[in-house]
């Protein structure tokens, strides 16, 4: 399972629509913000947020196969 994203953008005057793909080409996000730096920077630290939390939940995984692993006498994926 793979977590790439592509995020396109269409820039205007007022206006930045912005869609969310996955890998498989599915639209996961949709949204349309001002053309404000504030906003722009807003949208951004979410989407850091976002991955930040979901690289966070894939390392605590790793750490809990990892001891379950050591547990069991088994080796981990």
Same mark, same amino acid.
């Given at each position: 399972?793979?977590?790439? +994203?592509? *995020? &396109?953008l269409?820039?205007?005057? @007022?206006? *930045?629509?912005?869609?969310? #793909?996955?890998s498989a &080409?599915?639209?996961?996000?949709e949204?349309? *913000? @001002?053309? +404000?730096a504030?906003? *722009?920077l807003?949208?951004i630290h979410? #989407?850091v @947020?976002?991955c930040t939390?979901? #690289? +966070?939940?894939?390392?605590? #995984?790793?750490v809990?196969?990892s001891? @379950?692993?050591?547990?069991?006498g088994t080796?981990?994926?």
């Amino acid at each position: 399972m793979t977590s790439t +994203k592509y *995020i &396109g953008l269409d820039v205007h005057k @007022e206006s *930045i629509s912005i869609a969310v #793909l996955n890998s498989a &080409g599915k639209v996961v996000m949709e949204c349309v *913000i @001002e053309t +404000k730096a504030s906003t *722009i920077l807003q949208f951004i630290h979410g #989407l850091v @947020e976002m991955c930040t939390s979901r #690289l +966070k939940k894939a390392l605590w #995984l790793a750490v809990v196969r990892s001891a @379950e692993a050591a547990r069991d006498g088994t080796r981990s994926v």
